[in-house]
T-cell receptor
Framework: DGGITQSPKYLFRKEGQNVTLSCEQNLNHDAMYWYRQDPGQGLRLIYYSQIVNDFQKGDIAEGYSVSREKKESFPLTVTSAQKNPTAFYLC???????????????FGPGTRLTVL | KQEVTQIPAALSVPEGENLVLNCSFTDSAIYNLQWFRQDPGKGLTSLLLIQSSQREQTSGRLNASLDKSSGRSTLYIAASQPGDSATYLCAVTPISSGSARQLTFGSGTQLTVLP
């Protein structure tokens, strides 16, 4: 079964703690993305990576960090510097081989992070 | 900067009704437009992808149209069912995003189909 997995589904963080959200894909896609979703709002881009060992900041990167050591994996760390981290976090990948599908993004099931 | 708007924010219809969801975007320089479905607490499911050179795409009871010159897209759902209840999100890939191909999202329309 090809797809994107995210873990954990729910995550609770105390103030001042760093937490890491996992994202794994077996679609052989080159590009991966992290989005944040707040209630009643669209998704906003945090970070993206087009290739292993390379990543770029999105619109709201402050307080977050990522790594891309393997093609399949793109973990997101929410640091204590992120002042309002409670949100729903979605990971996506892109990279279909067909020219018509190469721009289509596929999403994981999400991780809901709550700060206690 | 590209902006995507979806109106209305919420819509309730009786079962069996045909309905149209609207999406507008401010910059017509896009690679494509995607419609997604999101169930409560879940990730996004891609419904339809329309390339910038296309006018419409169809999948089952869903039909999406694209009018790039006017900056509009519609998602038509035929013979709606309670199982269609979800939030529908529209997103474009601006040409300005370059090779990153990052999406710009609307805030969604929450659809409720009443039995």
């Amino acid at each position: 079964d090809g797809g994107i997995t995210q873990s954990p589904k729910y995550l609770f963080r105390k103030e001042g703690q760093n937490v890491t959200l996992s994202c794994e894909q077996n679609l052989n896609h080159d590009a991966m993305y992290w989005y944040r979703q707040d209630p009643g709002q669209g998704l906003r881009l945090i970070y993206y990576s087009q290739i292993v060992n390379d990543f770029q900041k999105g619109d709201i990167a402050e307080g977050y960090s990522v790594s891309r050591e393997k093609k399949e994996s793109f973990p997101l760390t929410v640091t204590s510097a992120q002042k309002n981290p409670t949100a729903f976090y979605l990971c996506a990948s892109r990279g279909g081989t067909s020219p018509l599908r190469s721009n289509e993004q596929f999403f994981g099931p999400g991780t809901r992070l709550t700060v206690l | 900067k590209q902006e995507v708007t979806q109106i209305p924010a919420a819509l309730s219809v009786p079962e069996g009704e045909n309905l149209v969801l609207n999406c507008s975007f401010t910059d017509s320089a896009i690679y494509n437009l995607q419609w997604f479905r999101q169930d409560p607490g879940k990730g996004l499911t891609s419904l339809l992808l329309i390339q910038s050179s296309q006018r419409e795409q169809t999948s089952g009871r869903l039909n999406a149209s694209l009018d790039k010159s006017s900056g509009r897209s519609t998602l038509y759902i035929a013979a709606s069912q309670p199982g269609d209840s979800a939030t529908y999100l529209c997103a474009v890939t601006p040409i300005s995003s370059g090779s990153a191909r990052q999406l710009t999202f609307g805030s969604g329309t929450q659809l409720t189909v009443l039995p």
